[in-house]
């Protein structure tokens, strides 16, 4: 599958920004789909995951209510909805996919996905 981040932007302190990862193929329903991110000098770290029915979500402690990720399998796009934006989301972020994900633990590690966009510039100014 490929991935298509889009949606980012340059944004103040308390806005919102909702990011698209539109997917190719016809099997979008059979992936999970994962948010990260990554600023400068800093490691790629885990945003949020939704299970491919979207019934299960989780986040990255960080979010404390503040984004919520969605899917619509009819036009193979995942989504970030990202409100009270903070200057220290500022990164750029990516989608991921995986087929192969069994429910378990482990949704929050980089290496439990298999595709990766290319990521989508988010710029939260003070």
């Known amino acids: 599958v490929q991935l298509q981040a889009s949606g980012g932007g340059l944004v103040q302190a308390g806005g919102f920004l909702r990011l698209s990862c539109a997917a190719s193929?016809?099997?979008?329903?059979?992936?999970?789909m994962g948010w990260f991110r990554q600023a400068p000098g800093n490691e790629r770290e885990f945003v949020a995951h939704i299970s491919r029915s979207g019934d299960k979500t989780y986040y990255g402690d960080f979010v404390k209510g503040r984004f919520t990720i969605s899917r619509d399998n009819a036009k193979n796009t995942a989504y970030l909805l990202m409100s009270a934006l903070k200057p220290e989301d500022t990164a750029v972020y990516y989608c991921?996919?995986?087929?192969?994900?069994?429910?378990?633990?482990?949704?929050?590690?980089?290496?439990?996905?298999?595709?990766w966009g290319q990521g989508t510039q988010v710029t939260v100014s003070s």
């Open positions: 193929g016809r099997t979008f329903r059979t992936y999970v």
């Open positions: 991921a996919a995986t087929a192969t994900f069994d429910g378990g633990v482990y949704y929050y590690r980089l290496d439990s996905y298999d595709y």
